[in-house]
């Protein structure tokens, strides 16, 4: 057993609690937290983005989606944790297991700010005769040296966003108008950032600010650290229409709202600020306007992600170009040093000048190991890429014009007939989806189908989404925008597709202890020549690799649509290479 989850219990035995539960989560309710919010990770050992760790007095459990399962088995073997994949046969929902486990009378500790509202309620409601102890994070008495909460300076983006905050302000209200509603409390960093059109660095790989916002009729309050800003910022705000406030003073704001109907996202609210408001005020639930207006990008943000896009097709080129020669001279290259000198690459910009950092951290898997979805190398274990088989990086930047995401498996040398099948059926998939027609009103479920159907007809199948929403210079996974094979549980969050939205294409084939194949796209929804019809353009611009091609599975329609994807990257890329760099791009995109 861990000695963190021995500590821990200490801790609980201290404070009555006879369960704690741990999520991947901040104040915020953020997919990707900051050093200082990474006590699940801490606790279990578990270094994935996502999981909830339940310790008992007795036995501890982690939670995990289809992404971790090969991972999780890995890094909890021994640790005394048990792993369970959620989804799978016989594995008990969190909630489930605490109903098991816990009986009447014993008390359940977990830290509200660190929990959704719409989770904490629903704890309220189905543990019954269970006590909640949720005013004290009681990781702080383990984790004696954890980093100290991050208040880095925050900057402006707004030369390229193409609509002021005013504005966007204006039409956030205009929505509260017709909700009804007289306040509107925003707990999302990406929906503050979006709104104010400022960026930050709190969180790595995600350019946002530990912040909260108010919007009322007459009033905006921004909810930030005052060490953040500088006056520039603070002017800047102020010209926009946004009054400031301590970061801290949040919850006490809360709490003195009193008559007012409150308008709330669930999902992105934490349960403290629920339980704060809930007194002597109404709510009004839904998906948050601002995260809807987010995600459908206004044409200057469009234009700017091409142009990003553009650019980091050209450092794809020359890392692939490198990789591929360096392996075949016979040079030790691991994964680690693969990826530093991709990141290196987007990080100087060269062509833009406008890099910011890495939309999150690269992974780079090569043979067995790209099988673990969302596999993360370290300079330690790291494998030596060798010139055969096939090598997965899925990476990405963010660029004050636009942030970019995207994934290539490529063969290092020679490559079994089975890596060729499933390379060749992923390739298919990520085509045909991209490719897509569709009637206006449809929605990401409508459309999944296309990036799995080839896949179908050979048995192979993947276990996660096809397809996530993309910030702009903002967070890599952005919602509620997707393509995935069912409903949302969630109704309101299978939004419609509409023109100017930005999703990922990323459909893999994962063959444990074997092989893992992933090809990734950005698109954005377009309208089509045909009236009442949308299609999808690519944002990405980067080569696939035509050497694991099995040209035999493929339908005509599928060389053609691969011809004239390669055919596109070169006219586009080739204006900024060399003539070697050129010579050997011309290659790669030939037709087959």
Known sequence: MREQIQKLREVMKKYGMDAWVAPTADAHQSEYVSDH??????????????????????????????????????QLEGSGIDLMEMGEKKVPTLLEYLKENLSIGETLGFYAKLFGAGEGEQWEKELHGIQ???????????????????????WRIDAYCGEDTKSKLERVRKEMRENRADVLLACSLSDIAWLTNLRGDDIECNPLFLSYLAIEEE???????????????????????????????????????????ILLDQKDCDYQTLCDARKDNEFIFVVSPLALMKIVKNDTEIANMRKSHV?????????????????KRGEKINEVEASDYLD????????????????????????????????????????????????????????????????????????????????????????????????????????????????????????????????????????????????????????????????SDEPGIYIEGSHGIRVENLVVSVKDEQEGFLHFDSL??????????????MEERDKQLYNEYQAMVYKTLSPYLDDEEKKWLLNETRAI
Not at 225 to 252: H, P, R, V
Not at 540 to 553: G, K, Q, R
């Open 540 to 553: 990405t611009i980067v080569p696939l690799d035509p050497e694991p091609l099995n040209v035999d599975i």
């Open 219 to 261: 009033r905006c309050t921004l909810f930030i650290q005052s060490c953040a800003m500088s006056e520039e910022i603070a002017n800047y705000l102020k010209d926009q229409g946004i009054e400031t406030a301590e970061y801290d003073d949040w919850n006490q704001f809360v709490k003195k709202l009193k008559g007012r109907k």
């Open 344 to 503: 290196n690459l987007r990080l100087k910009d060269e062509i833009g000048g406008l890099g910011v950092e890495l939309s999150f951290d690269t992974i780079s898997g090569y043979a067995s190991n790209a099988a673990i979805v969302h596999y993360k190398a370290n300079r330690e274990t790291a494998a030596i890429l060798e010139p055969r088989g096939l090598y997965l990086f899925d990476s990405g930047a963010q660029y004050k014009d636009g942030t970019t995401d995207v994934t290539r498996t490529i063969a290092l040398g020679e490559t079994s007939d089975i890596e060729k099948q499933d390379y060749t059926l992923t390739t298919i998939g990520m085509l045909r989806l991209l490719n897509a027609r569709f009637k206006e009103g449809a929605r990401g479920y409508n459309l999944d189908t296309y990036a799995r159907m080839k896949m179908w007809e050979y048995g192979r199948d993947f276990n996660h989404g096809t397809g996530h929403g993309v910030g702009f210079c903002n967070t890599v996974h952005e919602g509620p925008n997707s393509i995935r094979l069912t409903p949302n549980p969630d109704p309101r969050r299978d939004v419609v597709i509409r023109e100017n939205m930005v999703v």
């Open 311 to 327: 650019r980091d097709g050209v450092y794809m080129v020359k890392y692939i170009k490198w990789i591929k020669e360096s392996v």
């Open 132 to 154: 909640m102890r949720t005013d004290v994070d009681i990781v702080d008495e383990v984790w004696l040296d954890r980093p100290a909460r991050s208040a880095k300076k925050v």
């Open 37 to 74: 919010d990474q006590c699940r990770a801490y606790l279990s050992g578990f270094t994935g983005s996502a999981g909830t760790l339940v310790v008992l007095k007795d036995r501890a459990a982690l939670w995990v989606d289809g992404r971790y399962f090969v991972q999780g088995r890995k």
